[in-house]
Structures are given as structure tokens and as C-alpha cells.
């Protein structure tokens, strides 16, 4: 069972950068994953970030941007604000029409 | 404006039953793959079931394979999930979400199943 792997939590400053990964138990993420990121604050649905790794969704700021990194997906945040205090969830596509997301990383901007 | 609703939650008991709905509304419904994902209490998300524009090619994750089936309505803009011979650790918000290009652009805000004696 492939397992996709997110940091458990993160910190930043108001103002700095921030790079969030996603990764594979087994392997290495590459953009035939498609790998896409979603922002859930409490008690709220998700909402899409960016999608086939590096395309940023209507709506989204370009203080936003999805690349490969390595062996890895990654969003990186640019200029931290107080409102990016978030739950950030990747999601690759595994093929056979299946997909798994990865166990979300929680953001604090402080 | 892009609008889904879900509906059907409730409480069960395990081993019981249950039909989620999810109505769409302000796009063209039958172009569009629709996914449902869940949340347990507390934790992340997890994805459970695809299923694309026809009805006719449908996926689902190991841990509710052969107890969940999701079909579509396209002429009455809705999704379904039923689910059936539920246990305590089906317990999550159940989100529907649109599915093209690969990404999950608009949700609902989830409908609460808690399957508890």
C-alpha cells in the first residue's frame, strides 16, 4: 500500500516562504502523478490550490506556486499572511483510476 | 455560480445502510467526473470514489470497495453514494467534489456520517 507522505506541521513568519512537500512511501513524485494541493481551514470545505502540479486554480494567488522538487511535489507559499493558517493537503493520482491523498500538513503563521 | 449540495447524513448503526446525494447546480453536471472524499473526525482526507461522465467507469478505494457503489443521475444533476454494511470507521464528513484535469476544482461542504450503536 503506497502511502503519500506531507509533513505533519510546519511553520513560517508572517511575510516568508514556506515550501510544503509531497512524497511516496516508495518512489518519487513526478507530474505524471498530477499532483494537486488543497487549503481546508476548520470546519470548512477544501479548496483548490493548484493542480497538475503547478497550475494555480481560479482565484488563486500567485503567492501560491506547485512544483517538483526532487523527488518530490511541493507548494510553496510566498509572503506568508495570517489567513494562510491552514490545513494543506496534497493528492496524487496513482493510476487505475485511483487516487490518495496525503495526511495534510498544518500550517501555523506566526 | 458552481453549487453543490450534499445530503443524506445521519446516524447509523453498524452494518446499516445509507444513500448520500449530492445536487449540483451552475455548471454542466454531465461533462464533469465527480468524486466523493471523506474526513474523519480529526483527521485528514481520504478519497474514496470516482466516477466519470457516462456513469459507466467507476473507482473506489480498497477500504470501501464492494460496500459502496456511486452512481450518477445526469438528468436530475445529482450524485449518488450508497453505502452499505457500515462500520464504526466509515464515521467522516463526506465531501462530493467536481473531478477534471486531474483535480478536484469545486466542493460541497460535506454531509455527517456517524455510524455508532
Known amino acids: 500500500q503506497t502511502v503519500v507522505t506531507q509533513e505533519p506541521s510546519f511553520s513560517v513568519s508572517p511575510g516568508g516562504t514556506v515550501t510544503l512537500t509531497c512524497g511516496l512511501s516508495s518512489g518519487s513524485v513526478s507530474t505524471s502523478y498530477y499532483p494537486s494541493w488543497y487549503q481546508q481551514t476548520p470546519g470548512q470545505a477544501p479548496r483548490a490550490l493548484i493542480y497538475?502540479?503547478?497550475t494555480r486554480s481560479s482565484g488563486v494567488p500567485d503567492r501560491f506556486s506547485g512544483s517538483i522538487l526532487g523527488n518530490k511535489a511541493a507548494l510553496t507559499i510566498t509572503g506568508a499572511q495570517a489567513d494562510d493558517e491552514s490545513d494543506y493537503y496534497c493528492v496524487l493520482y496513482m493510476g487505475s483510476g485511483t487516487w490518495v491523498f496525503g495526511g495534510g500538513t498544518k500550517l501555523t503563521v506566526l | 455560480e458552481v453549487q453543490l449540495l450534499e445530503s443524506g447524513g445521519g446516524l447509523v448503526q453498524p452494518g446499516g445502510s445509507l444513500r448520500l446525494s449530492c445536487a449540483a447546480s451552475g455548471f454542466t453536471f454531465s461533462s464533469y467526473g465527480m468524486t466523493w472524499v471523506r474526513q474523519a473526525p480529526g483527521k485528514g482526507l481520504e478519497w474514496v470514489s470516482v466516477i466519470y461522465t457516462g456513469g459507466t467507469s467507476t473507482y473506489y478505494a480498497d477500504s470501501v470497495k464492494g460496500r459502496f457503489t456511486i452512481s450518477r443521475d445526469n438528468s436530475k444533476n445529482t450524485l449518488y453514494l450508497q453505502m452499505n454494511s457500515l462500520r464504526a470507521e466509515d464515521t467522516a464528513v463526506y465531501y462530493c467534489?467536481?473531478?477534471?484535469?486531474?483535480?478536484?476544482?469545486?466542493w460541497g461542504q460535506g454531509t455527517l456520517v456517524t455510524v455508532s450503536s
Open positions: 467534489a467536481t473531478t477534471s484535469s486531474y483535480y478536484y476544482a469545486y
Open positions: 497538475s502540479t503547478n
